[in-house]
């Protein structure tokens, strides 16, 4: 085949050096392995060599060091001290060593730039600059800071209008996660519809490590404080798209209907506890809402796996909101925001979940009494999900769609 022997020379290197734990380690780590698994069986790009990424650190350390500060206030202190003293030091001490990496590359390497750091304040401009030398294909996961200035540094925010500036006008390829997203980078940064690619993030869940023992579960919700049944925001944050105040007012509306479900929130407290701790105290919510904080992967687990529903009122999400995701393949009732990233995720497919309007703690509370009062048919609901869900977005595709952007970033 024409199109098999033309590609054959094909490589692709991601370019990872800048992402150092977290969600994004995640992804990459993630792309990485289906882009090889698929790869041989991708009709276009069938055999073609890959060219190693330089991995990001995992995760995992990461996580265990936000539990450790969160649980231990003398190390937070320490970390905190330690922390103030390294401002004066260059956090980017090997920008130069990857500018350097990426200029000695063979030019027939497509680069795939996966994620692209804000916060350097220009240390990372070389870096970046590097890469936009040769065929290269961008990630952008949403546009975040333009939709939420306040949320961010100025600077930060003028870092990202320069550097997307200049890296999507030089990409040969941009890949984005839904129609949204697509949307608003032709809006906001004038990119050509034609040169971007919409690649659905596939779904990923472990079932092996969703298991646990209904004894383990019991002690590690009792060391939480969290009693069943209750409703799961997975929320990773307070940024303000996360949309705390709004589900504490629709759980105040919950509690005055003579509800007494608990509503629990997971992830990291910041970076406004302080504004929804006092709403939650205005409220008298303080025993019907609990915040984690930071937990391990165990005690993440048994929270999810013994959800009663899961509510997602999130009011932006880039590639759609991972919980709402991990609620549908782990089978559990499910609400979310009617907004068009929520809405795609699942097709606008009603007779797998609920959806309600973000913005409106009267709609999100009917929401979660309607799953709670016809629990059954929210269990039908969410079976049913947990078997479709997979299949509106595989790990094949997605791999496909990102070796094609490749392929094509060849040629252009």
Known sequence: MSNQS?????????????INGGGLAHYTEDLDRIMRTYAAESQVLEGHPYVSPLRGQGSSSRKAKLWLLEKLPLLRRVFERIRRQSRTQ?????????ASLWRN??????????????HDEGRLDDYYAAIAERPFVLVIHDLHALHFPQEWKPRDVETL???????????????????F???????????????????????????????????ADAARLEKLDIRKPYALWASSSTFVHKNHPRLTKAWRLLADR????????????????????????????????????????AALAAVMRNAHLAV???????????????????????????IPQCRELFNLRTDLCTFFDPYDPKSIADAVEDLFLNYEEAKDRAALAKEQYPRLRTQQSAAERYWHAVLAAQKN
Request: aromatic fraction near 6%.
């Open 6 to 18: 033309s590609s054959r020379s094909v490589r692709a290197a991601i370019a990872c050096e800048a």
């Open 90 to 98: 260059d956090p980017w001490p090997h920008a130069a060593a990857w």
């Open 105 to 118: 590359r063979s030019s027939d390497i497509i680069a795939i730039v996966p994620h692209v750091v804000i």
């Open 161 to 179: 209008k320069s550097r997307f500036a200049l890296l999507g006008k030089a990409a040969k390829q941009i890949i984005v996660h839904n129609e």
């Open 181 to 215: 997203t697509a949307d608003d980078v032709v809006d906001k940064l004038g990119i050509e519809r034609d040169r971007i690619t919409v690649v659905l993030l596939p779904a990923f869940f472990d079932e092996v490590s969703f298991r646990a023992s209904p004894e």
């Open 258 to 297: 003579g509800h007494t479900l608990q509503l629990v929130c997971t992830g990291t407290r910041a970076p406004h506890w302080n504004e929804v701790e006092d709403l939650i105290q205005t409220e008298n919510l303080e025993s019907l809402v609990r915040f984690t904080g930071v937990i391990d992967d």
């Open 312 to 338: 997602c009122p999130t009011l932006f999400e880039g590639g759609g909101p991972g919980p709402a995701a991990e609620a549908a393949l782990a089978g559990i009732p499910l609400t979310l925001s009617s």
